[in-house]
């Protein structure tokens, strides 16, 4: 049966492509360009856009140990499950910054790149990317879910909603000191009252170690503090727009950003692991998370990540730095995955998506899946009828 005949879920299947074997994407890396940093949007915690830098935190090494735990309770997780168009901010963020965006460029959300590129190493984690080239010839790739991770988000028990909080959690350990005393600085013309109960109020007086101290232990008998003092809230995000280059591809990459450094200033990227207690611990933490913590620092041109390492109950032990250019070398002795796999792998992927979609009449909505079964990659027309090339605009799913 021709590409062309083929459903999925009801709708026409208008290309395939296999998925080969690592090795068939082994050799020389394609050309990729250094991440150019282009625009930028913060979101509050009301979620509300600003297209500037306002949500961007200073790293500051936590004292050790930090209880990833404490502030669950007051814990606002992040509220995009009903936004209609996440692009939307990323267009107006290049908008604002009067950068254009060209007929036949892609712009995505970080997500996209990572678990696309990843694939070679991971050939039984489906995907979804959602494909929509606007009028004017611009290509789009949402953020999607595929129905497997809405089971098992749906899921998730207690345990499983901490562990997801502790990622924040140390996000907030992380950033907690310059951004608290800033904010507890008294504005022109404003006194506050220092307060027992209230850190923030007396940052001024004490030192920053002591001032840690102090948020720790008032910030557990109120139950928030997220190992920082403060409570949780993970709709503050800040994200950097980058303008990357892969080969013959051209794209506009939206990343959230955790924190800066250093003088002059770069990204940070903030990671948590288990411990490496045990031989196993250190080869799956070698083939799976470096390689997700390379691959998602090297294409936002990030070139730090701090791992807080973690014991089961959730508290932080150890902090380690990795320079991401030298994380590969770190797995090249053992051979798990080489860097060059995903990059070539991307390209032809990325190149045969474009080519694909420009056949097309109009402005096609696609549905772009892998499909770990069949070891092959689908591209789908979705359903109804609502652009020029009578498609109807589907729900996005939720930004991770």
């Known amino acids: 049966m021709s590409s062309q005949q083929r459903l999925f879920r009801g709708m026409r299947v208008v290309g395939t492509l296999?998925?080969?074997?690592?090795?068939?994407?082994?050799?020389?890396?394609?050309?990729?360009?250094?991440?150019?940093?282009?625009?930028c949007f913060s979101r509050d915690s009301s979620r509300a856009v600003h297209f500037d830098r306002r949500a961007l935190r200073d790293y500051t090494p936590p004292p050790l140990p930090v209880a990833l735990d404490d502030g669950f309770a007051s814990y606002v997780p992040k509220d995009n499950a009903d936004e209609p168009a996440p692009l939307a901010d990323v267009f107006a963020a290049l908008a604002a910054q009067k950068q254009p965006v060209q007929p036949g460029q892609i712009v995505t959300f970080r997500n996209n790149l990572n678990k696309l590129m990843a694939t070679p190493y991971a050939p039984s984690d489906d995907w979804e990317i959602g494909v929509h080239r606007q009028p004017g010839g611009v290509l789009e790739l949402?953020?999607?879910?595929?129905?497997?991770?809405?089971?098992?988000?749906?899921?998730?028990?207690?345990?499983?909603?901490?562990?997801?909080?502790?990622?924040?959690?140390?996000?907030?350990?992380?950033?907690?000191?310059?951004?608290?005393?800033?904010a507890a600085a008294p504005r022109a013309g404003e006194?506050?009252?220092?307060?027992?109960?209230d850190p923030e109020s007396f940052a001024h007086l004490y030192s920053s170690s002591r001032l840690e101290e102090l948020r720790r232990r008032y910030g557990r008998e109120r139950g928030g503090g997220g190992g920082g003092g403060g409570g949780v809230n993970a709709?503050?995000?800040?994200?950097?727009?980058?303008?990357?280059?892969?080969?013959?591809?051209?794209?506009?990459?939206a990343a959230e950003i955790d924190c800066?450094?250093?003088?002059?200033?770069?990204?940070?990227?903030?990671?948590?692991?288990?411990?490496?207690?045990?031989?196993?611990?250190?080869?799956?933490?070698?083939?799976?998370?470096?390689?997700?913590?390379?691959?998602?620092?090297?294409?936002?041109?990030?070139p730090r990540v701090v791992v807080g390492f973690r014991d089961e109950a959730g508290v932080v032990r150890k902090l380690q730095a990795f320079k991401t250019l030298e994380i590969p070398r770190l797995v090249r002795a053992q051979g798990v995955w080489d860097p060059s796999v995903c990059l070539n792998f991307g390209r032809v992927v990325l190149e045969w998506v474009v080519e694909q979609v420009r056949r097309l009449p109009g402005a096609p909505r696609l549905l772009l899946r892998y499909e770990p079964a069949q070891n092959e990659l689908l591209l789908v027309e979705e359903e109804g009828a609502e652009e020029e090339s009578g498609h109807v605009g589907v729900k996005r799913a939720r930004i991770e």
Request: aromatic share 10%; proline share 8%; net charge positive.
């Open 18 to 39: 296999p998925v080969g074997s690592p090795s068939q994407y082994q050799g020389p890396p394609p050309r990729f360009g250094k991440p150019k940093e282009v625009a």
């Open 191 to 197: 006194y506050r009252v220092p307060s027992p109960s």
């Open 142 to 182: 949402q953020v999607r879910e595929t129905e497997r991770r809405q089971r098992e988000e749906a899921a998730r028990d207690e345990r499983s909603r901490r562990m997801c909080y502790w990622g924040y959690s140390f996000e907030q350990a992380c950033t907690a000191g310059r951004a608290a005393a800033a």
């Open 235 to 253: 709709n503050e995000e800040f994200c950097a727009v980058m303008k990357l280059e892969l080969e013959q591809v051209r794209l506009f990459m």
């Open 260 to 302: 800066r450094a250093g003088e002059p200033a770069e990204y940070v990227e903030l990671k948590t692991s288990k411990l490496l207690e045990k031989p196993r611990d250190k080869a799956s933490f070698e083939r799976h998370k470096l390689l997700k913590f390379w691959l998602q620092s090297f294409l936002a041109g990030v």
